[in-house]
């Protein structure tokens, strides 16, 4: 996605945005590496592949960059309200405070998300905004409503183990996207976060 974002046309993505978009991905690697690793030292496997990979791979590839991004954006909502699920719920102290650095990062790029999208409705042509808004909003919350089911199914024994059931778990989603769409945006007009 990276690639795609240096080399888009996008009028939404100015240059120091394209390099957050880079550092963003690269963040997300690091995330990665470091479930990994949590993982591996409670002598759990690391699941490379899940059922659902595919159709939100094809989610993200099938369409353009804005749907893309929306795709992700729908994903770090519940990727946030998980890691905030394991941070106040799982009783290791190294979990939950690996499960938060990696909850605030997701918070930190659902702002940038917000701020990007903000954006691309602003440089629309005021007649197309409200149906841009329309369609990019239908199709997050689709994709929102995929990944819910997707985390619920995938990990219904941890969710059972911390006493949180699926449509518990899908309220938590909804009240942290509210949440975190209020908030007070620390980016700046270039797309870069600002230092507080």
């Known amino acids: 996605m990276a690639k795609e974002a240096a080399c888009s046309l996008d009028p939404a993505l100015n240059h120091s945005m394209k390099e957050s978009v ?62 905030w699920v394991v941070a106040t719920r799982v009783p290791c102290s190294h979990v939950a405070e690996v499960a938060r650095a990696i909850g605030g990062d997701e918070d930190r790029h659902l702002e940038f998300q917000r701020y990007y999208f903000k954006r691309v409705l602003l440089m629309a042509a005021p007649i197309v905004r409200p149906m841009l808004a329309l369609v990019l909003g239908t199709w997050f919350l689709v994709v929102l409503l995929g990944a819910i089911a997707s985390v619920s199914i995938g990990h219904r024994k941890l969710f059972l183990a911390l006493d949180v059931r699926p449509l518990q778990f899908a309220f938590l989603c909804v009240q942290r996207l509210r949440r975190l769409s209020t908030r007070p945006a620390s980016i700046d007009s270039t797309g870069a976060e600002l230092v507080t």
């Open 22 to 83: 880079r550092l963003y991905v690269r963040e997300e690697g690091r995330h990665a590496r470091e479930l990994s690793k949590l993982l591996s030292a409670m002598g759990e496997p690391v699941i490379r592949k899940h059922r659902f990979d595919r159709w939100f791979r094809w989610s993200r590839r099938f369409f353009g960059l804005r749907p893309k991004m929306a795709v992700i954006a729908a994903a770090e909502v519940v990727g946030s309200t998980f890691y």
